[in-house]
């Protein structure tokens, strides 16, 4: 997935300002992901989502020490949001191998227990049931059993993550520590700080200050 374009960024301009504008165009990123991510189906969708975070947490990590103390919490959450997403990618990735590699036993072990039945006008069960592959059959169905069941397990999961992030206002609360800046720099002016939704920077969302701490 292509990043998206982050304008406006001055080579002469403070380092916090210009990561500001890289933040917020990185969490309209992540963001943009939803509703749809929520759809256990969208596969392709939740691999994008994961690149978004991975970007994001990259960004949070390199530089929250010049932003307010949110940001440490906010890479936290986003590598826990990315690493979620990865462990499900994992199994989309594994789990149509596996299930490839049955059918490919499959087709041998029917082809097999064919040619033992030469001429018999019927097939005899036994001979399925000394299939080459029997063991291997086993241990196959049950990798496609795990594998299914841990990727419903992590999406459940990732959605319980981003229920909670929602709740937290995490969205929020990394725009307004992203325009905080430490004693002595100067905050951005609004132009400078590109709020969301026309929230100035600097405005806590949740109408205090001790908000923006290092909570959830």
């Given at each position: 997935m292509k990043a998206r374009r982050v304008k406006g960024l001055d080579p002469e301009a403070a380092l916090a300002d210009n990561v500001q504008r890289i933040v917020t165009v990185r969490v309209d990123e992540l963001h943009a992901f939803m509703p749809k991510a929520l759809d256990p189906a969208e596969v392709e969708t939740m691999h994008d989502m994961r690149i978004a975070a991975k970007r994001l947490r990259y960004i949070l990590e390199l530089t929250a020490h010049v932003f307010g103390p949110y940001t440490v919490t906010a890479s936290k959450r986003t590598k826990e949001l990315q690493d979620l997403l990865g462990e499900v990618h994992d199994c989309d990735v594994t789990l149509p191998r596996v299930l490839e590699l049955i059918e490919q036993t499959r087709q041998a072990d029917a082809a097999a227990v064919r040619a033992r039945a030469g001429e018999a006008g019927d097939l005899d069960p036994r001979l399925s049931a000394r299939a080459p592959h029997a063991t291997a059959w086993?241990?196959?169905?049950?990798?496609?059993?795990?594998?299914?069941?841990?990727?419903?397990?992590?999406?459940?999961?990732?959605?319980?993550?981003?229920?909670?992030?929602?709740?937290?206002?995490?969205?929020?609360?990394?725009?307004?520590?992203?325009?905080?800046?430490?004693?002595?720099?100067?905050?951005?002016?609004?132009?400078?700080?590109?709020?969301?939704?026309?929230?100035?920077?600097?405005?806590?969302?949740?109408?205090?200050?001790?908000?923006?701490?290092?909570?959830?």
């Open positions: 086993r241990g196959l169905e049950a990798m496609a059993v795990h594998l299914q069941a841990r990727r419903d397990l992590m999406f459940d999961r990732f959605v319980e993550l981003w229920a909670k992030l929602s709740r937290d206002g995490f969205r929020a609360r990394l725009e307004y520590a992203v325009a905080e800046r430490p004693p002595g720099v100067p905050s951005p002016d609004h132009d400078g700080g590109a709020p969301h939704d026309g929230q100035s920077a600097g405005t806590d969302p949740r109408g205090a200050r001790a908000g923006a701490g290092t909570g959830p």
